[in-house]
Nanobody, 123 residues
Framework: QVQLVESGGGLLQAGGSLRVSCAASGRTFSSYSMGWFRQAPGKEREFVACISWSGGRTYYGDSVKGRFTISRDNAKNTVLLQMNSLKPEDTAVYFC????????????????WGQGTQVTVSS
């Protein structure tokens, strides 16, 4: 398994941009697909985006498609989530997760999770 640590969350106004990062430890990072989920208070964990082992495939949740971009750097063991045109409804704790599956999109597909980073978007 890999250990994951998110960073980069914060408070910003609607319409702004933010990039959150996930640092992974372990020599097998490049063998995992990576994903981002988010969870707002009182709501279920929501799929945001995932990226395949090589970075060649990416998928996005409908609510963020066209605004968010996931990327990875296997040499640096990092995965990034660039978030543009942020809305108040994007407010949540954002979690990074690792999966042995090629195109994971549900929480049960993922075997390792970070602790999360808070993103708050004010109107």
């Amino acid at each position: 398994q890999v250990q994951l640590v998110e960073s980069g969350g914060g408070l910003l106004q609607a319409g702004g941009s933010l990039r959150v990062s996930c640092a992974a430890s372990g020599r097998t990072f490049s063998s995992y697909s990576m994903g981002w989920f988010r969870q707002a208070p009182g709501k279920e964990r929501e799929f945001v985006a995932c990226i395949s082992w090589s970075g060649g495939r990416t998928y996005y949740g409908d609510s963020v498609k066209g605004r968010f971009t996931i990327s990875r750097d296997n040499a640096k063991n990092t995965v990034l989530l660039q978030m543009n045109s942020l809305k108040p409804e994007d407010t949540a704790v954002y979690f990074c997760a690792a999966s042995p599956n090629l195109v994971p999109r549900v929480p049960s597909d993922f075997s390792s999770w970070g602790q999360g980073t808070q993103v708050t978007v004010s109107s």
